[in-house]
């Protein structure tokens, strides 16, 4: 049996004992599990507080059809659950109760037979996460940190760092489905986190190298290396950071492949990628190794509202330093705040791939970038076959060449695709002047193939301009 309301856990207790205070805590959380499973009734929700380090080589499953109320395990700022690299560190499955963890560290946690290193979840609960960490965690599938199947799932205050997912996808988080918020967290690399700041120190780009150990705080995995969204729903917010983090193929920060994902006043930076809506986030730093999208990898039908968010010194090694809205894929895009210093070969900031069904609408801050010493990178790529493509250029978007690009233009454009611009964006172009002393202003649209772009361009409510329909370059009338 068990106290009334709550228990206690703690690395000096031993599971004979009573768990009715901290001097006869129990050992395990295990322990205090099996004994809510076996006997336990209880009206409202139960405590386990957990002390120091408890270490164990069984995951610990809280399962609701065996439960028989909600559950809150919480750490006080000290409890930490240790997987011992020989399973999982927990799984919540079956449906309709409300599961809190809170101020809890969950570590080396491995799931060598599927997905879920440090947490599993599934079935239509209500899960929180409420100052939590969840670090050296791996699974052999999906979801290196998290693997998230359906339920209500929020995370406030927590951090996801160096997570793996071995042969899958999502190092840091996997979502297949479900409702999933973060306010406030860190997927990644954090040095320091309070209220509603995140405190970081980041090495310069391009020293970070593969995690080939627990010292290096990133998440890595082929697709998604912070996170993939599988379907379901992704809601990302309030200082939100995505940041180095690294997949071998697409989506260096954040993949897309079905769901929604809402963005606001986030950052997504310096992740890297080698082959729906968000705002107030920060996606750094993150790559995608030989692949597309170092920041954010978006494929399938829906539409995506970036807001207010910083998606800046990410890089690609094919298409979309920034973001890459991939081949076929439709829907409406919005995006607004700061998308600086980003690198790929085809579109620094954005690329938008082949096929395309979209309207795109730009109201950013964000320049280009050098991919290398030999690669010169247009700030926004437009590949083939895109006459279903329209991209809206707003007045208030500024856009600076920032680091070789004079020689790309702000616009690649490779096949027909309807944009459009106004006036008084072309006063706020600044690159290399040199390269276009014989012209008014830079170009806006760099058209290397001759595409007839005299049914495409649009221009609005421009009196004292013109625009070269052959070479893309605005002159004055």
């Excluded at 011992?84 to 599961?99: L, N, P």
């Excluded at 079935?123 to 998230?148: D, F, H, P, R, V």
């Excluded at 994902?261 to 995608?288: H, Q, R, Y």
């Excluded at 964006?425 to 058209?447: A, H, M």
Aim: charge should be negative; charged fraction near 15%.
């Amino acid at each position: 049996m068990l106290p009334a309301d709550k228990c206690y856990v703690s690395s000096s207790g031993n599971d004979d004992n009573s768990g009715a205070d901290e001097s006869s805590a129990l050992a395990t959380v295990n322990e205090a599990v099996t004994r809510l499973n076996n006997a336990h009734v209880a009206e409202k929700p139960y405590i386990i507080n957990v002390t120091g380090e408890i270490s164990f080589s069984k995951i610990i499953e809280l399962n609701s059809a065996l439960l028989p109320c909600n559950i809150t395990i919480d750490g006080g700022g000290s409890g930490i659950l240790n997987g011992s690299e020989t399973s999982g560190v927990m799984s919540i499955i079956g449906d309709s109760k409300t599961f809190i963890l809170q101020n809890l560290l969950l570590q080396n946690g491995k799931n060598s037979d599927g997905d879920g290193g440090g947490l599993f979840i599934s079935g239509t609960n209500t899960i929180k996460l409420n100052n939590c960490t969840i670090k050296n965690c791996t699974a052999s599938a999906n979801g290196g940190g998290i693997y998230i199947a359906d339920g209500s799932v929020t995370l406030t205050g927590s951090t996801i760092q160096n997570c793996s997912a071995i042969m899958g996808n999502g190092g840091g988080i996997y979502i297949e489905g479900g409702t999933v918020k973060l306010d406030n967290c860190v997927i990644g690399r954090n040095l320091g986190i309070n209220s509603n700041t995140v405190a970081l120190n980041f090495p310069p780009h391009g020293v970070l190298p593969y995690p080939s150990n627990s010292t290096d705080d990133t998440n890595n995995a082929q697709n998604g290396g912070g996170i993939y969204v599988d379907s379901g729903s992704l809601t990302l917010k309030n200082e939100t950071h995505v940041g180095y983090n690294y997949a071998s193929a697409d989506g260096g920060g954040i993949y897309h492949g079905g769901g929604s994902i809402t963005f606001s006043s986030i950052a997504v930076s310096g992740n890297l990628s080698v082959v729906s809506n968000v705002g107030d986030m920060i996606i750094s730093n993150n790559e995608a190794a030989s692949g597309s999208g170092g920041g954010i990898y978006f494929t399938g039908t829906g539409d995506f509202t970036v807001s207010s968010a910083d998606i800046s010194n990410n890089t690609a090694d094919v298409m979309g330093g920034g973001i890459v809205v991939f081949n076929g894929s439709s829907g409406t895009y919005n995006f607004s705040g700061i998308m600086n210093d980003n690198r790929s070969p085809n579109g620094a900031a954005v690329s938008f791939g082949a096929n395309l069904s979209a309207v795109a609408t730009f109201d950013l801050v964000m320049n280009g970038y050098t991919y290398n010493l030999d690669k010169q990178s247009p700030v926004v790529f437009v590949d083939a076959d895109n006459a279903g493509l329209t991209l809206n250029i707003l007045p208030n978007t500024m856009i600076t060449d920032g680091e070789g690009t004079q020689n790309a233009g702000f616009i690649y454009l490779t096949h027909p695709a309807k944009i459009t611009i106004s006036e008084q964006l072309n006063k706020k172009i600044t690159l290399d002047p040199s390269d276009y002393s014989e012209y008014y202003t830079s170009p806006i649209l760099d058209n290397p193939n001759g595409v007839d772009i005299s049914t495409t361009i649009y221009l609005v409510d421009w009196e004292d301009y013109g625009i070269n329909q052959t070479s893309g370059y605005i002159y004055e009338k």
